[in-house]
């Protein structure tokens, strides 16, 4: 950590930020690098706060970055190759694995693709479940960016990994709800074509609602770790700001966009699921810096709480699958145009591009657009002009997942 | 998608492109829709006019790659190989917040525009799809692999690249 950083910072009004000016990511340093004035220093593939395995060369000037290439890759696993292999019925456990914080969003993602080629409608409870689901999953998955940020930034939060552990052990009551729902902490394959199929045990929405009122007491306190600390504010504020036209031109449409002045969620924009039944209020901030982008993931906890309670009030009767249960690989069968499907993940926007074969059981092409690809990309954008100290901070606050960037 | 834009669209397919392909498509869609078929000289015109009407928003590039089948009774003489990109731009703003996609068709030794200069977002996508496909982008400032290593030889999303494929260990 940089140790003259705090004195020398100045600390400006959060909502008055202006972004710096746009770099641009090829510049050549050919003449620097010939008499020695410049140093390259490799951060990862395997660092901490790379959350996960992503390198990025960066070229220091001093304590300042004057370059930075990012490489990811190293999760690499042709998950969409693989996918031409198998049947739709075989692809929902694969895509699991992709983004592995949030696998919820992903399955559903992929069924909906299906389901809009094939014209299914899914049943209201089906919907109704996967709209708890989905935000429970929000919830779980902005407690491990916060704590993760947290840790990323050191002793700015007290201590490092305290937050890191507190909001592992939140997170901790939405797998065990998911756990009693579907039988798995993690890849779940609850999501299939045509609705759910593991239906609400008796008596699960009481447990649910218990976790609620636990995280949502302890989110007070996570929040005021954050903003309400001089030491975190300083480490945050004016950090990494990314202007709202460069967020646009990247493609940033989730929490990342919305700390950008980005007023866009698709839950509430284009509905889908059982959102157009829902008041949904979208947290957008202007600042576009590291402690928007903290803040944000806040808020947005705090209304996917109110909007589980809301579901869990009211989960409506009837079927949860408009189609029959699996009995083999072959036997979901989708023809039709290509079409591409787009849901609010925790991450942004979470899209799939599918082709299907001819004979429907297969996709010919298909292409997950992963909201966490587009979020690494701005590492070159945003890097440079900035201290070593804090390329740790921005690549924290923006919470991509390898497993998704990489596929 | 406002009426108004629609009929920009129109007339901007209307234009003959200033190259046109070899090969056009056998069968364009002439009404502005979804997956609509663009000749690639209009590509880079259409992302800037998209962008022009608040289609601001990268979502992403999806190419795929279509040998040339087998000549059957059925289809006694197939389409020749090509490659489908497809390009996806959402307009945050508007009600609905629209996302809008069209597809372009390329002979293999032909390239695409790159849209890096309207949309930075562009780039690491564009790359990928290189990398994975092997579609062309031309005018990208830096069309070097992205997921795979640099020495990886082939594109293995083609549909011509056996999963099986013999390749240099990993160092």
Redo the contacts between chains.
């Keep these: 950590m940089s140790t003259d950083h705090a004195s020398t910072h100045v600390v400006t009004p959060w909502t008055a930020l202006t972004p710096p000016p746009r770099v641009d990511p090829y510049v050549d340093l050919s003449e620097f690098e010939a008499d020695g004035d410049l140093m390259v220093l490799n951060l990862g593939p395997q660092h901490p706060s790379t959350h996960g395995v992503f390198r990025i060369k960066l070229v220091l000037d001093g304590e300042v970055i004057v370059k930075a290439v990012g490489y990811p890759g190293y999760l690499h696993r042709g998950v969409e190759k693989l996918c031409e292999k198998l049947t739709f019925a075989n692809i929902t456990p694969i895509l699991d694995k992709n983004d592995y914080l949030a696998p919820m969003t992903s399955e559903q993602c992929f069924n909906m693709a299906l389901e809009k080629i094939a014209g299914v409608e899914v049943p209201r409870r089906g919907r109704w479940i996967r709209t708890l689901l989905a935000e429970l999953q929000r919830i779980a998955s902005h407690l491990i960016a916060i704590g993760t940020f947290a840790m990323d930034i050191g002793g700015a939060i007290g201590g490092g990994t305290n937050l890191f552990m507190w909001t592992f052990r939140e997170r901790e009551l939405i797998l065990n709800a998911f756990e009693e729902l579907t039988g798995s902490r993690f890849h779940y394959n609850t999501s299939c074509f045509g609705g759910q199929r593991h239906d609400l045990p008796a008596g699960w929405d009481l447990g649910v609602i218990k976790a609620l009122d636990q995280i949502e007491r302890r989110m007070v306190e996570y929040a005021d770790f954050g903003t309400a600390n001089p030491i975190f504010v300083n480490r945050c504020r004016g950090i990494g700001v990314l202007g709202r036209d460069l967020a646009l031109e990247l493609g940033l449409s989730g929490p990342l966009g919305r700390a950008s002045g980005i007023d866009h969620d698709l839950r509430r924009d284009a509905p889908y699921h059982c959102y157009d039944e829902l008041q949904i209020n979208v947290p957008v901030l202007t600042a576009g810096d590291c402690e928007a982008r903290y803040d944000i993931r806040v808020q947005e906890v705090r209304e996917s709480i109110r909007l589980s309670r809301q579901l869990l009030a009211g989960v409506p009767e009837g079927p949860i699958c408009s189609e029959k249960p699996n009995i083999g690989p072959t036997s979901v069968r989708v023809k039709g145009a290509p079409a591409y499907v787009a849901i609010e993940g925790p991450r942004g926007e979470l899209g799939t591009f599918l082709i299907p074969t001819d004979k429907g059981t297969q996709p010919y092409r298909m292409k997950i657009r992963p909201p966490s690809l587009h979020a690494v990309a701005v590492v070159e954008h945003l890097l440079p002009g900035n201290n070593l100290s804090d390329a740790v901070a921005i690549l924290g606050s923006l919470d991509p997942i390898m497993g998704e960037v990489d596929r | 998608m406002s009426p108004e834009l629609e009929a920009e669209i129109a007339a901007l397919l209307a234009d003959p492109p200033a190259d046109p392909p070899a090969d056009p498509p056998a069968d364009p869609l002439q009404v502005i829709a ?2 609509m078929i663009v000749p690639a000289a209009h590509h880079h015109a259409l992302a800037t006019l998209l962008k022009a009407h608040g289609y ?5 590039v ?1 190419a ?2 279509w040998p040339q089948e087998k000549a059957s009774r059925k289809e006694p003489n197939p389409p020749p190989e090509r490659f489908e990109v ?1 390009t ?1 731009l ?1 307009n ?2 508007a ?5 809008f ?1 069209w597809s372009v068709h390329l002979a293999p030794a032909e390239a695409i525009d790159s849209i890096v200069d ?4 562009a ?3 564009e790359r ?1 799809q290189w990398d ?1 496909v092997g579609v062309v982008f031309a005018n990208h ?2 069309l070097k ?5 640099e020495d990886w030889q082939g594109h ?2 083609r549909k011509d690249y056996a ?1 099986d494929t013999p390749h240099a260990p990993w160092r």
């Design positions: 979804e997956g601001g928003l990268y979502v992403t999806a795929s790659h497809a996806v959402r945050p703003t009600p609905g917040a629209p996302a996609w309207l949309f930075a977002g780039d690491w996508q990928e994975l400032p830096n692999r992205l997921m795979l290593p293995p999303l999963i």
